[in-house]
Nanobody, 123 residues
Framework: QVQLVESGGGLVQAGGSLRLSCAAS????????MGWFRQAPGKEREFVAA????????LYADSVKGRFTISRDGRKNTEYLQMNSLKPEDTAVYYC????????????????WGQGTQVTVSS
């Protein structure tokens, strides 16, 4: 079992930055592929970014490429999502996810999920 807890969400003006954290506990964090997803009101959950278990590979949604950076710190069992140049359309609940085998953008493939953290970007 892996437990995931997100933090770092909040209210920010357009153009601002936030860093989300996802603290993992339970089984060996370093052996899990990690991802970030988001869900805006009335919309389906969508992929944001993913990082492989070794941290050597990353994937980004086109909508965030160049603005968001995913990373992980094995010593702290924590995954991060640095979000810069935020836009109102980035407003959503952000979720981190983990899976030991799958690395990619399909949410249904991830076994473990956090409870989410709200990000609101004002115009």
């Amino acid at each position: 079992q892996v437990q995931l807890v997100e933090s770092g969400g909040g209210l920010v003006q357009a153009g601002g930055s936030l860093r989300l954290s996802c603290a993992a506990s339970g089984r060996i964090f370093s052996s899990y592929n990690m991802g970030w997803f988001r869900q805006a009101p009335g919309k389906e959950r969508e992929f944001v970014a993913a990082i492989s278990w070794r941290g050597g590979s990353t994937l980004y949604a086109d909508s965030v490429k160049g603005r968001f950076t995913i990373s992980r710190d094995g010593r702290k069992n924590t995954e991060y999502l640095q979000m810069n140049s935020l836009k109102p359309e980035d407003t959503a609940v952000y979720y981190c996810a983990a899976d030991q085998r799958y690395y990619g953008l399909r949410s249904q493939e991830y076994d473990y999920w956090g409870q989410g953290t709200q990000v609101t970007v004002s115009s």
